[in-house]
């Protein structure tokens, strides 16, 4: 099946740096990628959408220059979350759209746990 | 706007027993409905869907029906088994494919005793 990897799996950073979590897809191309955000107890809240070579979709209430996405292969979207403050920890989840191969399916990363200090 | 809830967890089961997990959702048009299942330390996987009214989702012995007069899609199992514990999000799509944005529940997380 399709595989969807995310890289780290958790970091630690101090209040004002940046950090850059990478989704790849592993055994298919993706146009389209999708970044979420989870909440304790909550749901997964869109965050963006990323399209390869274009411009990522910010969701209403969702700073874009606070979280940088890049997609810039068929395989890799990149969130960089800038000058990172503690309000910003959270469970990051992407995911990728596979192809007709894969029925056109949202395949989803194993998650970023990021600890703002 | 579109929205999902979900019976509040956590869910606690012997093995064997028969699970019911509550979903309701509000939204316009004609949406599609999933139910994704997150095992520990592993990304969300699709665990089965229904894209209009009346149709039946089903897999792993995992059953869940789309009634549009309820606005309803409650995932059921017959007899759970400990490697059914995990954490379940219903989930709807506005325009239908699940390639398109993904309106989430909250998650339930279910734990079976041996």
């Known amino acids: 099946g399709a595989v969807v990897s995310q890289h780290p799996s958790w970091v630690i950073c101090k209040s004002g740096t940046s950090v850059k979590i990478e989704c790849r897809s592993l055994?298919?191309?993706?146009?389209?990628m999708f970044w979420y955000r989870q909440f304790p107890k909550q749901s997964l809240m869109l965050m963006a959408t990323s399209n390869e070579g274009s411009k990522a979709t910010y969701e209403q209430g969702v700073e874009k220059d606070k979280f940088l996405i890049n997609h810039a292969s068929l395989t890799l979207s990149t969130l960089t979350v800038t000058s990172a403050h503690p309000e910003d920890s959270s469970f990051y989840i992407c995911?990728?759209?596979?192809?007709?191969?894969?029925?056109?399916?949202?395949?989803f990363g194993p998650g970023t746990r990021l600890l703002v200090l | 706007g579109d929205s999902v809830t979900q019976m509040e967890g956590p869910v606690t089961l012997s093995e064997e027993a028969f699970l019911t997990i509550n979903c309701t959702y509000t939204a316009t048009g004609y949406p599609s409905l999933f139910w994704y299942v997150q095992y520990p330390g592993e990304g969300l996987q699709l665990l089965l869907k229904?894209?209009?009214?009346?149709d039946k989702g089903s897999n792993k012995g995992f059953e869940a029906t789309y009634r549009k007069e309820t606005t309803s899609f409650h995932l059921e199992k017959g007899s759970v088994q400990v490697s059914d514990s995990a954490v379940y999000f219903c989930a709807l799509t506005p325009y239908g494919s699940s390639a398109s944005k993904i309106i989430f529940g909250s998650g339930t997380r279910l734990s079976i005793r041996p």
């Open positions: 995911s990728a759209v596979g192809g007709r191969r894969y029925g056109e399916t949202q395949y």
């Open positions: 229904a894209t209009k009214a009346d």
């Open positions: 055994d298919f191309q993706a146009t389209t």
